[in-house]
């Protein structure tokens, strides 16, 4: 069936320092990938999409790439920050917008 | 503007009992989601809204799952004789029509269930 999965579990930087968080995806007909943040006890966060017919997108601190020969995504923080920990999910889109998350990475941003 | 809300935010019922959760979505969305998160895991999708009809309800787990909404704007999740598996974050999220594709979901912060 469909899957979005991630490499890893964990990833711990230092402030400062950039961060890359990667996923990989098997549904090659999802219009749409997205990234959430969810801090401890909240809802997922928005972070940013992208499109199938893209291959790169920036936001503030924020750059998506899409790779889809390999079917992977990846998110890049810039100067990641104590308040940039938390879980990271990366998402596809299917028929009605319904997500398709993966498992979370979780980032830890020492001081 | 309100973002998503959802009530309870916790929720303790014993096995076999059976739970109402409800979601108020932003206004103006005519989508509606709701999703489960287990313990450490990713998010679930269960079913999805346009309007008041459930085009998609390929994610409830079991017929003790259904959901309804009214008036195109609040929807209740209701779960029948509990079970301790059931015991998870629900999530709510809205967004603008999707006409049966994408558009940014936004999500209410979760009902905590927790089935002894």
């Known amino acids: 069936g469909e899957s979005v999965g991630l490499h890893l579990p964990t990833l711990s930087v230092q402030e400062g320092d950039n961060s890359i968080i990667n996923c990989a995806y098997s549904?090659?007909?999802?219009?749409?990938f997205i990234w959430y943040k969810q801090e401890s006890g909240k809802g997922p966060q928005f972070i940013i999409d992208i499109r199938s017919n893209m291959d790169k997108r920036q936001g503030q601190r924020v750059t998506v790439l899409l790779n889809k020969t390999v079917k992977h995504l990846s998110l890049q923080i810039a100067a990641t920050q104590p308040g940039d920990s938390a879980v990271y999910f990366c998402a596809e889109s299917g028929w009605g917008g319904k997500l398709i998350f993966g498992q979370g990475t979780e980032l830890s941003v020492k001081p | 503007g309100a973002g998503v809300s959802q009530s309870p935010s916790n929720k303790v019922t014993e096995k076999g009992k059976d739970v109402e959760l409800r979601c108020d979505p932003i206004?103006?969305?005519?989508?509606l989601y709701w999703y489960r998160q287990s313990l450490g895991q990713g998010l679930e999708f269960l079913i999805y809204f346009q309007g008041n009809s459930a085009p998609d309800k390929s994610g409830l787990p079991s017929d003790r799952f259904s959901a309804e909404r009214t008036g195109g704007s609040v929807s209740t999740l209701t779960i029948q004789r509990t079970q301790q598996e059931d015991s998870a974050v629900y999530l709510c999220?809205?967004?603008?029509?999707?006409?049966?594709?994408?558009?940014?979901?936004?999500f209410g912060p979760g009902t905590r269930l927790t089935v002894l």
């Open positions: 206004s103006g969305h005519t989508a």
């Open positions: 999220a809205s967004s603008l029509a999707t006409s049966g594709g994408y558009n940014e979901q936004f």
């Open positions: 549904n090659s007909a999802s219009d749409y």
